[in-house]
Each structure stands twice: as C-alpha cells, then as structure tokens.
C-alpha cells in the first residue's frame, strides 16, 4: 500500500504558473509582453497535441505567441529561413521547434541556428555549455521541472546523494548537472552500469530517465528516498506508464512522483518561465 507523499507536478505547476501570470501583467504595464514562437514540422500526432498545449499556455498567461505550422516535406533551408526571420523578430522572445523534425532535416543545425538568447528548450550549445560552467543560460525545460519538484519537497538538496538513470542530452546529462549545481553528489547509471541497484539503493534522490516502462522497482530504492520518475511510456494497453513501477516503488520510497502527473505538468511550465526570463532580458529588465 502507498504510504509515500505523491508529488504533485500538477499543483506545483499551477503554483508557479500563477506566479508567472501575475508578473506579466506587471511587465505589460511596462511594456513588455513575452512572445513565443511554436514551429511544428508535419503532422505527428504526438506533437500536434504538445504544440496545442504550448498555444493553449501563452494564452492563459498573457504572452503573445505564434504558431507555425509547415508542411512534412519542408526543406532544412526553407525551415533555416523562417528560423533566421523569428531570430530578427522583436516580439519574439523564446523560438521553439517542436522534434522530431522529419528525416530531410537535421536537428543539429535547426538548433544551432537559433539565437541562444530565444533557445527556450535550452538545446543550443551556447546554452548547454553556459549550464555546464554554471553561467546564465536558458535551462532546459524538463531538467529544470526535474529540480523544481525536488525543491517543493521541502528536502534540502545541498549535500545528499543524487543518482541519475539515464544520460541523454535533453534529461539525464542537464538533470546530473542541476544537481551538481545545487550542491548534490551525483552518480549517473546508464545501460552499461555495472551492479546498477548497488548504487541507486544509496540515492537520497532518484531520478529516472531511462524510457523504458516500470524499469525501477521497490528493490533498486533506499527506504525514505525522494523518487522522480520522468519517463512517459505507452503501453500495448494504451495506458501511460512511467519509468518506475509506482505501486512498488512507493511501498518503500519518499515523496515520488506519479505518471502521468508528476514530470509532465512542469515542462510547459518551464518553457513559460523561460520565455519570460528571454523577454525580461531582452527588455534589460533582468
Ligand atoms: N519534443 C518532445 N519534447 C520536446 C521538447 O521539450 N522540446 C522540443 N523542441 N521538442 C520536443
């Protein structure tokens, strides 16, 4: 049975989102409306529901945005060209191109030809490397709701154990990193780690990025540990599941976070704060 504290990502993000509203409308006052540009490429089902929901974020909060929505067989050079344009837009703040893109294009060179100033997903080299040598940078959004929930525990991060599952570039290297940055001592599990559970077993904080259905059990978490689960997997059923098997997990961890629910609610939110922050900068007024 499920005596652990259940993270609600759900009402943090409403908490944060509340907060985000209220200082636009101040911001606006000074003339200042944070704009967000969605580009979506094809027709991906997946993608089509995130932009919507991005589309649907900005309205509710005030900021202007735009949504453009380009063919499936655009060309990289045409799709470089409305990049280079939202680059030079001034009321444009944050640039966001939805991935997958399709084959013809290569997603390194999307990403790299956006102003990181406007990188609001935070994958621009500029900005990752900023992350690394702990400058101010654009955080990606994910790793940063990752941290975000972490804090709402109430559980100081500054000296404990984190261990990592999963090293990609856009949650497991940037999460490792926040981490660190927040004074945790970071160990990063990936598919070739030897005697994986010995290590996750002495995690103060978990965190799980593997992509891969209910992959973590009771049997790989220390009793007590705070459990973050970020995986989003569909099962043959068609029901979500995460990376953690909740029901065992939380018979013996912490705060954790449910699927969906947890992780999911704060990357939106994230993205939002960061078009605020570009646009507070770009008005110099950060
Ligand atoms: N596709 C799935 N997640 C993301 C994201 O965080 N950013 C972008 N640009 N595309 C995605």
Do not use: W
């Not at 891969?212 to 007590?224: E, H, M, Q, W």
């Amino acid at each position: 049975m499920t005596t652990a504290q259940i993270i609600s990502g759900k009402q943090v993000s409403d908490e944060i989102r509340q907060n985000l509203k209220t200082e636009v409308e101040s911001l606006a006052e000074q003339g200042c409306v944070p704009g967000l540009a969605v580009v979506l490429v094809g027709e991906d089902p997946a993608s089509q529901v995130y932009v919507r929901n991005k589309a649907k974020a900005c309205e509710d909060l005030g900021f202007y945005s735009e949504v453009h929505r380009l063919e499936a067989d655009t060309s990289q050079e045409d799709l470089l060209e409305l990049v280079h344009k939202l680059n030079e837009q001034s009321n444009i703040n944050g640039i966001l191109v939805q991935l997958p893109l399709p084959k013809q294009i290569e997603e390194k060179a999307i990403i790299n030809a956006i102003a990181p100033s406007k990188d609001v997903d935070g994958f621009h080299p500029v900005n990752v490397g900023n992350l690394v040598i702990g400058d101010d940078s654009l955080l990606p959004c994910t790793p940063a709701g990752v941290i975000e929930l972490i804090k709402h525990t109430g559980i100081e991060i500054s000296g404990k154990h984190a261990v990592v599952i999963g090293r990609s570039n856009i949650v497991g290297k940037p999460v490792s990193m926040l981490l660190q940055r927040e004074n945790a001592t970071v160990t990063m599990c990936h598919s070739r780690t030897a005697n994986m559970k010995e290590l996750t077993r002495q995690a103060d904080i978990l965190v799980v990025a593997v992509g891969r259905a209910n992959f973590v059990d009771a049997s790989y978490i220390k009793p007590g540990a705070v459990v973050i689960d970020v995986g989003i997997n569909r099962l043959e059923t068609g029901k979500l599941a995460g990376d953690v098997d909740f029901e065992s997990a939380s018979s013996v961890s912490g705060p954790i976070t449910p699927v969906p629910g947890g992780v999911g609610p704060m990357t939106i939110t994230m993205l939002m704060k960061n078009t605020l922050l570009a646009a507070k900068r770009a008005h110099g007024l950060s």
